[in-house]
């Protein structure tokens, strides 16, 4: 269940897939409703592996909605629950971001002072 992952363990597995290129529609659909259950959650490194989900989905074309409904078999989603799944993936693809420039700004200080 999805409830009972670790935001850490979310991470690890949206990782995983990005780097196996999986196309399992079962295991990418768990991935982005854990997502969302645990992105808020998630420090800047479950992030960052997040957003190589995210980047990862897009190289290959997959949308949220494609996955939902190779899985669940229906296109259509109410609205209201499509503006929040949108939303909830934005807010997280920017903190992704963020965490990547924090992270190498981090470095490049780090470098200058050595």
């Known amino acids: 269940p999805t ?8 991470a690890n597995l949206a990782w995983a897939a990005a780097v196996l290129q999986s196309l399992d529609p079962a295991l990418l659909c768990w991935i982005w ?6 992105v808020e959650t998630m420090s800047n490194t479950e992030l960052s592996q997040v957003h190589q989900f995210t980047l990862n989905c897009r190289v290959l074309n997959i949308s949220r909605e494609d996955v939902f409904a190779a899985y669940y078999g229906a296109r ?15 807010d997280a693809a ?5 965490a990547f420039l ?13």
């Open 3 to 10: 409830r009972a992952a670790q935001a850490q363990e979310v």
């Open 33 to 38: 409703r854990a997502i969302d259950l645990h």
């Open 102 to 114: 924090q992270e190498a700004l981090a470095d490049a200080a780090h470098e200058s002072s050595s």
């Open 94 to 98: 920017e903190r992704g971001r963020l």
């Open 76 to 90: 259509a989603a109410p609205e209201q629950v499509r503006a929040a799944v949108e939303s909830a993936a934005a």
